[in-house]
T-cell receptor, first 113, second 113 residues
């Protein structure tokens, strides 16, 4: 069965550095999402993406964050200048229809030191 | 390969009756299982979990059953309420895979008044 692939599984970066988290959604899916879970806290919605633009975003998704679908297969989350509080598990998901039939990736653990 | 599967994309239940959501997994190394509830444009909210050393965990209206030999878990909601209308995800985790969560594709629950 098709799956959503996230790379790397674990990323360590220095505070202030830029980081790009990569996701390969399921090929015929049209909606793409990023979530994060800070250790011990709930999973938080960051952003959804459709038709090459952001369709919804949360308050967390400020100017430090951006998303891109550079080549029709990858879906990336960029954090421009990482802060310690950006350390979290980041999940990518995709779906064929809006807000239904999600497939989640297995996550990228980002550690900012 | 989809390691966690929810074969029913949707379920409708009469208010006051029992809702049973099912989840199957393939990886026998999974040792921790979780159920999440999700509303549109929000991140999944943790509901209940169970470790592989147990076969049942109960929290109020929610009970999770784990059948390790069948690699199957289920979430029972009794009694079902209109506010239970959401998408429910099961997720699995193996301690030796570096905190990688594997999510099912979700089951959309509708509770009919």
């Amino acid at each position: 069965e098709p799956e959503v692939t996230q790379t790397p599984s674990h990323q360590v970066t220095q505070m202030g550095q830029e980081v790009i988290l990569r996701c390969v959604p399921i090929s015929n899916h049209l909606y793409f999402y990023w979530y994060r879970q800070i250790l011990g806290q709930k999973v938080e919605f960051l952003v959804s993406f459709y038709n090459n633009e952001i369709s919804e975003k949360s308050e967390i998704f400020d100017d430090q964050f951006s998303v891109e679908r550079p080549d029709g297969s990858n879906f990336t989350l960029k954090i421009r200048s990482t802060k310690l509080e950006d350390s979290a598990m980041y999940f990518c998901a995709s779906s064929l229809k809006r807000n239904s039939g999600y497939t989640f990736g297995s996550g990228t653990r980002l550690t900012v030191v | 390969d989809q390691q966690v599967k929810q074969n029913s994309p949707s379920l409708s239940v009469q208010e006051g009756r029992i809702s049973i959501l099912n989840c199957d997994y393939t990886n026998s190394m999974f040792d921790y299982f979780l159920w999440y509830k999700k509303y549109p444009a929000e991140g999944p909210t943790f509901l209940i979990s169970i470790s592989s050393i147990k076969d049942k965990n109960e929290d109020g209206r929610f009970t999770v059953f784990l059948n390790k030999s069948a690699k199957h878990l289920s979430l029972h909601i009794v009694p079902s309420q209109p506010g239970d209308f959401a998408v429910y995800f099961c997720a699995a985790y193996a301690a030796n895979t570096g905190n990688q969560f594997y999510f099912g594709t979700g089951t959309s629950l509708t509770v009919i008044p």
